[in-house]
């Protein structure tokens, strides 16, 4: 989703950092091999999360929606150099498509993946998170949420995906829209957990950034 003209869309990108080559190809590869390739976060989103990944310079992340990889990619080029990185994802058709692209990066033997429902994943998982990005089925984001704020180290970040949900968060509210009705939700809860701050920036879908306070 685009919310910028398309002129000034392009001056952004233009003017941001390049994706690096094995992005490039693994952003080809996706769009001849795999279904809804839109799913990809892109290279504009891409090297956000990059430059956020490396402002915080994390040691421990979580990320829940792993689709072919490529913005676990991103994150993974500011974790630390003994850092991990823990991506979920419930389609274990692409697993091999992801460590391949894993292991020709430099970060390969730090990215762990985990296959399956994130919510009995997330439950057993007995660590503790810098940065964590949420990318997956809208209906949990807030069992996402309520899951991981405890594992979230203090001054540890939150990044969320697709929060405007293609402008439908502030159109007239479809009771079937069980997705639009559950980011609505959960931007409501980011705003009023005063646990957290939060600032919600209009880039491509959404990208929420919450800060847990120490």
């Known amino acids: 989703m685009y919310f910028l003209p398309e002129d000034l869309d392009n001056y952004v990108v233009a003017h941001s950092e390049q994706e690096p ?6 952003t080809r590869e996706t769009y001849q ?12 989103q891409g090297r956000v999360l990059s430059m956020i990944s490396k402002l915080i310079h994390p040691k421990s992340i979580l990320e829940l929606g792993t689709f072919t990889g490529y913005s676990t990619l991103c994150l993974a080029e500011g974790m ?6 823990h991506t979920i994802d ?3 058709e692409l697993v091999d498509f992801q460590r391949k ?4 990066s430099e970060y390969g033997h730090q990215i762990i993946q985990h296959t399956g429902n994130a919510v009995d994943i997330i439950e057993n998982l007995n660590l503790t998170f810098d940065l964590v ?23 540890g970040i ?13 159109e007239p509210l479809d009771e079937k829209d069980k997705s639009t009705k559950a980011v609505l939700e959960y931007n409501t809860l980011l705003k009023n957990d005063n646990r957290i ?4 920036l209009p880039i491509r879908d959404g990208l929420t950034i919450s800060r847990k306070k120490a």
């Open 197 to 200: 701050e939060t600032v919600l």
């Open 33 to 44: 091999k795999v279904l809804q390739p839109i799913m990809l976060s892109g290279p504009y």
């Open 133 to 155: 990005f949420i990318d997956a089925d809208k209906p949990n984001y807030c069992n996402y949420f309520n899951l991981i704020i405890d594992k979230l180290n203090p001054g």
């Open 80 to 85: 630390t150099s003994d850092g991990e990185l």
């Open 90 to 92: 419930i389609n274990e």
């Open 158 to 170: 939150i990044l969320s995906d697709n929060v405007l949900w293609h402008g439908k968060v502030i």
């Open 21 to 26: 080559e094995l992005l490039q190809q693994l």
């Open 101 to 104: 692209y894993f292991d020709k």
